[in-house]
């Protein structure tokens, strides 16, 4: 057989390798193809373009980066998953074979100089880890252009998430330190194998860059205060920040210089307000 992973492919697969999917690694393996070329178009693939995937698992999603002519690294912490990898795309797409690089490592301590330079992050993410390796692989790796990530649907609706909204939070911040997002569409429980007990959606981050800040204040300075805005939810800013600025009469004293009410609630700044209040921060007395 050749082409992409069906549902009987990747059993025959996983029953080859002794692979039983596991909760604890998140592994639920997209079966339908339609599923993985509507993935592909999504995030916008081009030939010879540069990918990073996270957790191809049995490679399903990587076959369809391959055919749609990217060069792909591939990121697998299953040591028995990565050294069969390129086996199943030899068999199945040999022609795309040498496109393909297999790293076993953990996508959270990937090192910048482990991988070339890739401009786009196409995944199906473990739900558990799906935001710290977005927000770690946006951090490390600044030629990532685009992230197209299919999540749990309630970490997509976080993701894309804007001021003011439920879903509003920690995540959403964060990623929008780095880039702007949207959700790109659903997926069925059904073209998974096994099949989850949660719905799962995509989001599309785009890079662009964060919001400037004065010498002396950098990223973690403002994830710092966006941790404390959030640590407990509709509190005013004034005291939610309170033990960041030292005392609440201080923290009013920064938000103001930051031009931020001090009744307002965190889930409803953007992140260039996050920013002014970091400044701020370091500036005020």
Known sequence: ?????????LRAVAERLGVRPTKTLGQNFVHDGNTVRRIVRAAGVEPEQRVLEVGPGLGSLTLGLLEAGALVTAVE???????ALPGTVAARMPAAAS?????????LTLRREQV???????????YNVAVPI?????????????VLVMVQAEVADRLAAGPGSKSYGVPSVKAA??????RAGGVPRAVFWPVPNVDSGLVRL????????????????????????????RKMLRSALAGWAGSA?????????????????????????????????????
């Open 206 to 233: 785009v890079r662009r860059e964060p919001p400037a800040l004065v010498p002396g204040v950098g990223r973690e300075d403002v994830f710092q205060v966006i941790d404390q805005a959030f640590a407990q939810r």
């Open 249 to 285: 009469v201080r923290a009013v004293d920064v938000l103001a210089a930051a031009g931020v009410d001090p009744t307002a609630r965190g889930e409803t700044l953007d992140v260039t307000a996050f920013a002014r209040i970091a400044t701020a921060g370091i500036a005020t007395p």
């Open 99 to 107: 496109r393909l690089t297999v790293l076993v490592a953990d996508a």
């Open 134 to 146: 977005v927000l770690t692989l946006l951090e490390v790796l600044p030629s990532l252009h685009t």
């Open 177 to 182: 330190w780095y880039a702007s997002a949207v």
């Open 77 to 83: 912490i299953d040591p028995v998953l990565a050294a």
């Open 1 to 9: 057989m050749t082409g992409l992973l069906g549902a009987g492919d």
């Open 116 to 126: 070339a330079e890739p401009v786009a992050l196409v995944a199906n993410l473990p």
